[in-house]
């Protein structure tokens, strides 16, 4: 069937920071382009999740009166605190001079990223962008070349065996000089680019963490805003995994709390759900919670590799940019004006190429060399052994080295450390673990994963084809439930995955209706046979102020 084929001078893949910082700052330097961006949630900030800490460098670049202009950044940081967990009753609290630098928060702001797009998304309509949200790229367009010609937009109205259904839409084709991919972490389209064009060659295996986030309203004799209270060590430390978590004091007697796995762990029985549950339990947070109410869940990868693992981010008729190439700076625990910054310089360049004759489809190098010579690149080389220090050495000796290095170099090693290890190779045989028994949810602190999916608001429509694809079926019982104990019931947080004893045996289950498009599973299967996909447009969580 064919498509209906729109032409622009850039299509943006994504309505999350990079990519609308990008779209601003195009029409800023010029009018006359015409500019797209593509949102597959239901809204803008539909689908965004982030803690979220803001450093607003990269606004200030953008937009230098945001402030006048109403920009949802308004409660700047008032105490900053950093604990190391020992169990759920005891915690250290670190001074302030023994916390790596990167980390104090000072003059930063606690803020609801789902909020900042949307402020941002008002303003790049309002100088000319369209942006199309509840509309899905679902597919990369290539010329005969083989540079990138567009995306085109997933089909409507399919059944759960791929046949129209009453109403069918095929999708839309959108073509442009240049298609900038800012899907956030391992983003469906960015994966592809990144291995059609082998841009991955000269960077370390990229890492993750799994990022699991409530919304609470608590009593408003216990809210302080603007404390930023983070977290290492327990729970995670007693299976053997590490990560962090947070608790921020927002506006409106609101905080956020979360956790962060690093899916780098090896135990196959261990759920950062869980664990999350938990976490909820330790003494310096539950102060906080008890008397409250639960008002929003969320889950989200996080790219967090930083510059070692960061891949060639040009190739022919595009660029990726933000998280879908992994700017996040781990050190600071933040990706928000990183991936602003490398969107402003994606559109300082394709203008720049635009505005000198290129008629796109190019290999802009360019803007390599815009990236080193930035403050963004500076900061994550500052950056780049934190992360694999961490990994190497562990949470405390990890700890001690990036204080060092943080503290008393200011980032400036003579070496650098390298983890190129992938993040689903570290899962080991659940022979070689002993089950982790949970214990049943309170329904006060502690919550199921259906009832915590029904509060993210997410909704899929349910007849159509399945959006979590396995590669090859019989590695979900061969390889995945005889070897690890099915681990995708585990570290999914959204109970997509569900083994079902039958008469003929266990049998996969995909709930995939279930899915908050966290892109965990497509990370840590450890055989990589679980492909995400983009579901119909609109479909996933709708998050209100995540």
């Known amino acids: 069937m064919e498509r209906e084929a729109m032409e622009y001078d850039v299509v943006i893949v994504g309505a999350g920071p990079a990519g609308l910082s990008a779209a601003i700052r195009l029409k800023q330097l010029n009018v006359d382009l015409s500019v797209m961006v593509l949102e597959k949630g239901s809204e803008v900030g539909a689908h965004i999740l982030s803690g979220a800490l803001f450093e607003s460098r990269a606004l200030d670049e953008l937009l230098p009166d945001w402030q006048a202009m109403g920009a949802p950044v308004t409660t700047p940081v008032s105490g900053d605190q950093v604990y190391l967990y020992r169990s759920a009753t ?11 630098a ?17 402020w941002l998304a008002e303003q790049a309509e309002a100088a000319g962008v369209e942006i199309f949200p509840g509309f899905a790229a679902a597919e990369i367009l290539y010329n005969d070349d083989a540079s990138v010609k567009g995306v085109a937009t997933g089909d409507l109205g399919r059944d759960k065996k791929g046949e129209p259904k009453d109403g069918f839409q095929p999708g839309l084709e959108l073509h442009a000089k240049y298609t900038l991919f800012a899907e956030g972490a391992r983003g469906q389209l960015g994966k592809e680019v990144i291995a059609r064009y082998d841009l991955a060659a000269g960077a370390t295996a990229q890492h ?12 408003p004799a216990k809210h302080q805003p603007g404390l930023v209270v ?22 409106d007697q609101q905080v956020a709390v979360g956790l962060i796995a690093d899916l780098n762990y090896a135990n196959p029985y261990l759920s950062p759900f869980e664990e999350f549950q938990r976490f909820k339990s330790q003494a310096q947070i539950r102060k906080y919670l008890e008397g409250g109410k639960r008002l929003c869940y969320g889950a989200r990868a996080i790219t967090k590799g930083g510059l070692n693992s960061l891949p060639k981010q040009t190739f022919p008729g595009g660029l990726l940019i933000g998280c879908d190439a992994g700017t996040l700076n781990f050190a600071k625990i933040k990706g928000i004006h990183t991936a602003m910054k490398s969107g402003m ?27 080193k010579a930035s403050w963004l690149y500076a900061e994550l080389h ?37 983890d190129k ?66 681990p995708e019931q585990r570290y999914c947080p959204a109970g997509v995955y569900e083994i079902v ?13 279930n899915c908050v498009h966290c892109k965990t599973c497509d990370i840590k299967d450890p055989t990589q046979n679980i492909r995400w996909v983009a579901p119909e447009g609109g479909g996933g969580p709708n998050y209100p102020n995540m």
């Open 90 to 100: 005891s915690a250290v609290r670190l001074p302030g001079f023994a916390v790596p």
């Open 102 to 118: 990167p980390m104090h928060n000072t003059g930063n702001t606690v803020i609801s990223l789902g909020r900042l797009c949307r």
């Open 208 to 219: 993750y963490g799994l990022g699991i986030k409530e919304l609470w309203q608590i009593d």
């Open 230 to 251: 983070h977290g290492a060590g327990w729970p995670l430390s007693e299976h053997g995994a590490t990560g962090g978590s947070f608790l921020y004091h927002m506006e």
């Open 345 to 371: 310089l994606a559109a300082e360049t394709v203008n720049s190429a635009l505005q000198a004759g290129d008629e796109g489809q190019s290999d802009l190098v360019a803007y390599e060399e815009a990236f």
């Open 382 to 418: 500052q950056a780049r052994n934190f992360g694999p220090a961490l990994h190497k050495f562990g949470t405390f000796l990890g700890g001690a080295f990036n204080w060092i290095e943080q503290n008393m170099f200011g980032g400036r090693m003579f070496f650098t450390l390298k």
């Open 421 to 486: 290890s992938s993040d689903h190779e570290q899962l080991q045989a659940a022979a070689r673990h002993q089950p982790i028994e949970y214990a049943k949810p309170d329904g006060v602190l502690s919550f199921d994963r259906l009832s915590s999916v029904f509060i993210s608001n997410t909704a899929h429509e349910e007849e159509q084809p399945v959006h979590l694809q396995l590669l090859d079926s019989s590695k979900a019982i061969e390889i995945n439930f005889k070897e690890y104990a099915s």
């Open 501 to 513: 004893e039958e008469a003929a045996g266990p049998r996969l289950q995909i709930n995939a209706s």
